[in-house]
């Protein structure tokens, strides 16, 4: 790896390049799936190949191949010039960056058990005894399993003297019963929707969610979601478990921090959003009780946006985003950190593959636990929703106005969890919305899950980010919008 | 469920465009044969009963500008090779992108080794042998021989446009190629090639946006000058947003919000996804479900339409009728599901393994015959809508969608445009959507962010179900 990330610093200078970094890449993927008794997908892949990113005549440029011969990479390297050379035909200004030290280490997370050394066969077993306890269930019409485990080898090399070697080994899983009855369709998934619980772990995540012994209770409260009562609307009282809060932090705090938006360079996909500059230090986010940190590093736990150092050198960090309500920080890489005037980047460029340029990135934007218990929560609430386990989301390409529904929700009347409610609905405004939370579970309710599915960027990226939360309630929040037909 | 794409390796001498500059995309080209040399000879080291390889190479380089300068610009080249391995009824799928011969051996011993351990597949069939392929002809010299300079003196224009116009303008500019190779060690091999240019564009002001977007095989035929002045008329025209209450509106969608609403539907129409029982037309085939004036087919022939003429095991793609004035007549097959469930395989299965089975991905709908002012000059009172965002499925069965409008949202009163609104939230099936359409547009190819490109027109629609509105 070192050999060629080095020659393409080397020959990127003396193609005039001014400043140029490297990420060689080897990624190894495994991917099982069942559906119904059978196995679905059945495989592995590998990728190794070189990215290289340039400033030159003032302007960015990047190339990346997988030909890792001298021939290739001196290819790839006068493509990435050419580019970048291009750019400037259409140039204001000068890129600028933040300064950054140059590191020379190493780091890989910790497991305790290599996922591509369990054999295959055992993984597909887990799946297919967890299918086999989701079909025992009378009315379950579909019953599906996955697991992936990626494993990525990446080297960075800077022409200011940089040279990281990160290992990081990602382990996921997931089930998800379905039943159709009547005119409807109804879904349970554990423990999250959309492919499961992903970390920055071994295979000894997967045992410790025990897939099969959950497997009858989200079966049967699948198909008892036909016979539940609809969705009230109105304003009420809601309760989220702490998975539907990763999300609802993912979309309208994770995202809307993200400086590259803020400043206009997402405005034609992923779009901009309402924090714009002069909001920082002065913006009411949340109620007193509300603090979100954005933390890379290994000490806020293994999630899918931890690492040591982002795909531009910078160290890991933990940067207060919400304190006590106020917001207080946005997601920087080098560039955007000069461009408001901030010493430094806070660390958070990423990408998914050595075939793309590292972008700002959410790592792991979590609220910070508050101290109370979830049994508490409940019985202190007199009327209210308690919703679990996402089923859709949307959000305006501003992230002002959302709108989340949920696999399933309860009832709550006089401090006691009541009826079923099938897909429970609930919107608002962002700020408004966590403005009115009144009460966060404590750390033994907090979670660190895995959103392995953000999309962002033109090409499109796909990464993996990471989000803690524990139950909280929100007071006033409308509800049913969803299924309303007025 | 869409075809992996990676790196590749063996490389001709750079290609030179015409105007200059290093054509990126031209000089990764590496043809049938260099494809069907990779293939044969994984199928000549794998020691399984039957082996199938997937060769897919794409060289794309993509100009991305924002506030009126370029700040990303970039170029990539990935190869996949693929390998399917079959032994004794079980099969299993292993991918590399190195191309020594040491990693092509390893790469077919790899997939016989997961195939050996995989259950025995009561549904697997034997691979097929050499089939006829309909030509289609979708690489252009033109659009692969793109330069670096050629994508920014356009996107130079477009900044000096908006500057111009003091407005601040976003986008991309791209260009491409992908070619595909499919072998087995039954003889069959297919290769197909395309070339694809995409520009979009986004013009912005203090409190308004105006977008334009079109994708073409020929990068010549996409005018970014009139894509730009589109959206900054747009913009300019959807200045002062007013908020107007949500509620139910006769909604005016032009085609890239037509796309992004119907393109949730292409799972629906798979066997699969019927015998799953979790497609909106379980129980509901043959019976009237959209109003007359919809058709669908899903047809790669169409001259509109890119995307290779053969399915993830080698089946020659079917013109398939998906939908027949209103009632849903047919369904796409997979070799597998078609056995299954009694029909006959249509050509549009993934590659295999996999749950998914098979889907259509050349949708085209019927169009029509009225204009955007013919469509405005009839409503009373109603919303004109540029585009959609971020749009999510709440009901499966209702095919109940929920998403945002954006970047030129307009009200329209008797018989005109009346301004700008703000944007708003919709929740809307589109089963009801299907039955309430009074007018249609010609059909297009049209281009958005939540689905894949299709044919479709613009569409007026009585009492679409905007619930919410924001702050902009």
């Known amino acids: 790896m070192k050999s060629w990330a080095n020659l393409a610093i080397e020959k990127a200078l003396a193609r005039g390049a001014t400043y140029a970094d490297v990420r060689v890449m080897d990624i190894r993927h495994r991917e099982v799936s069942t559906k119904n008794g059978q196995v679905g997908r059945a495989g592995e892949a590998e990728s190794l190949g070189l990215g290289l990113r340039v400033i030159a005549q003032g302007s960015w440029g990047f190339a990346s191949t997988d030909r890792l011969t001298r021939e290739g990479v001196e290819a790839c390297v006068a493509e990435a010039v050419a580019i970048a050379k291009a750019s400037a035909l259409a140039k204001r200004h000068d890129v600028v960056m933040a300064p950054e030290q140059p590191y020379v280490d190493t780091w890989q997370n910790p497991f305790i058990k290599d996922p591509f050394r369990i054999p295959i066969e055992t993984q597909i077993a887990v799946l297919l005894a967890a299918d086999a306890e989701m079909r025992k269930v009378k009315g379950i019409t579909l019953a599906e399993g996955s697991m992936s485990f990626r494993r990525i080898e990446q080297l960075f090399v800077s022409s200011i003297g940089s040279v990281i070697h990160q290992v990081k080994m990602q382990s996921g899983a997931g089930i998800v019963a379905t039943s159709f009855a009547g005119e409807e369709i109804q879904k349970r998934s554990y423990p999250n929707s959309f492919g499961g619980q992903h970390m920055l772990r071994g295979y000894e995540l997967i045992e410790e969610l025990d897939l099969v ?12 979601l036909h016979s539940a009562a609809p969705c009230p609307e109105g304003k009420n009282t809601i309760i989220l478990d702490s998975s539907q809060l990763g999300l609802q932090i993912h979309e309208s705090i994770g995202h809307p921090i993200e400086l590259d938006r803020v400043l206009g360079m997402e405005a034609n996909f992923a779009g901009m959003s309402f924090l714009t500059l002069e909001k920082l230090n002065s913006l009411r986010y949340g109620s007193d009780i509300v603090n979100v940190v954005a933390d890379a590093r290994l000490a806020h736990g293994p999630g899918l946006g931890t690492f040591a150092y982002d795909d531009e050198g910078v160290p890991a960090q933990c940067t207060p985003i919400i304190s006590n309500g106020l917001f207080t920080g946005y997601l920087t890489n080098r560039e955007t950190a000069a461009a408001i005037g901030q010493p430094r980047s806070n660390g958070t460029m990423r990408t998914e593959s050595w075939n793309r340029l590292p972008i700002i990135r959410m790592t792991n934007i979590s609220i910070l636990p508050g101290d ?18 996402n089923r859709s989301w949307s959000i305006d390409d501003r992230r002002y106005h959302f709108q989340f529904s949920t696999e399933i929700g309860w009832e709550i009347k006089k401090g006691k969890r009541g009826r079923m409610i099938k897909t429970p609905s609930y919107s608002g405004i962002t700020t408004e919305f966590w403005n009115s939370c009144d009460a966060i579970c404590s750390r033994d309710y907090w979670t660190l899950w895995g959103t392995p599915n953000c999309g962002k960027g033109q090409p499109m990226q796909t990464m993996g980010t990471g989000h803690g939360a524990a139950p909280a309630r929100f ?10 037909k007025s | 469920m869409s075809k992996k794409t990676k790196s590749r390796t063996v490389r001709r001498a750079p290609a030179r465009s015409r105007r200059g500059g290093h054509a990126i ?10 494809l069907r040399r990779i293939a044969e000879k994984i199928i000549k080291f794998s020691e399984a009963d039957e082996t199938e390889v997937d060769v897919t190479a794409v060289t794309s380089a993509l100009t991305r500008f924002a506030n009126n300068t370029i700040h990303q610009n970039v170029a990539e080249q990935g190869l996949t090779i693929s390998v399917r391995a079959v032994v004794d009824g079980r099969t299993a799928r292993a991918s590399t992108n190195k191309t020594d011969d040491e990693s092509l051996r390893r790469v077919a011993r790899a997939a016989l080794d997961l195939a050996r351990v995989q259950p025995r597949n009561p549904d697997l069939l034997p691979m097929l042998g050499p089939q006829k392929i309909q030509k289609v002809s979708r690489f252009v010299e033109a659009t692969a021989a793109a330069t670096p300079a050629d994508r920014a003196r356009a996107v130079a224009r477009v900044c000096q446009m908006a500057d111009k116009n003091k407005q601040t303008t976003a986008g991309i500019f791209s260009t491409g190629l992908s070619e595909i190779a499919l072998a087995n060690s039954r003889g069959l091999f297919e290769f197909y090639e395309d070339t694809r240019g995409e520009f979009s564009v986004t013009m912005l002001e203090k409190d308004s946006s105006g977008w334009a977007k079109a994708t073409s095989a020929r990068v010549g035929e996409i005018d970014c000058d009139a894509l730009a002045q589109r959206a900054s008329e747009k913009c300019a025209s959807s200045r002062s947003p007013r908020e107007v209450p949500p509620g139910r509106y006769t909604a005016i969608l032009e085609p890239p919000a037509v796309l992004d609403l119907v393109g949730f539907l292409f799972y629906d129409f798979a066997g699969t996804c019927v015998a799953d029982q979790r497609s909106c037309f379980t129980g509901r085939m043959g019976k009237k479900l959209f109003g007359e004036n919809i058709s669908i087919w899903d047809d790669v022939y169409h001259p509109l339409q890119l995307g290779p003429p053969f399915d993830g095991e080698g089946v020659p793609r079917k013109k398939v009728t998906l939908v027949e004035r209103g009632v849903p007549q047919n369904l796409v097959y997979s070799r597998a599901t078609a056995k299954k469930m009694k029909a006959q395989p249509t050509g549009h299965g993934f590659s295999l393994p996999t749950e998914d089975g098979e889907a259509p991905f050349n949708l085209v709908f019927a169009g029509g015959n009225s204009s955007a002012e013919e469509m405005i000059r009839s409503t009373e009172r109603g919303l004109l809508i540029t585009r959609l965002w971020y749009i999510r499925e709440v009901d499966p069965y209702q095919k109940v969608l929920t998403g945002m ?17 703000r944007n708003f939230r919709f929740n809307q099936s589109i089963i009801d959507m299907l039955s309430n359409v009074e007018m249609l547009g010609p059909a297009v190819r049209a281009s958005g962010e939540e689905s894949f490109d299709m044919v479709v027109p613009a569409m007026k629609v009585r009492d679409f179900h905007f619930s919410e509105v924001t702050k902009f």
């Open chain 1, 372 to 389: 109370r218990k979830f049994e508490d929560l409940i019985a202190d609430t007199d009327d209210g929703i308690y919703m679990e386990t």
């Open chain 2, 25 to 34: 995309a031209a000089s990764h080209r590496l043809g049938a044969s260099e």
């Open chain 1, 475 to 484: 007071r006033n929040i409308k509800v049913g919008v969803a299924s309303s």
């Open chain 2, 405 to 421: 409008t954006r970047d030129g949202t307009f009200l329209v009163e008797n018989g005109r445009v009346a301004g700008a609104v």
């Open chain 1, 213 to 224: 012994g959950h497997a009858p209770r989200i079966a049967e409260e699948c198909v008892a």
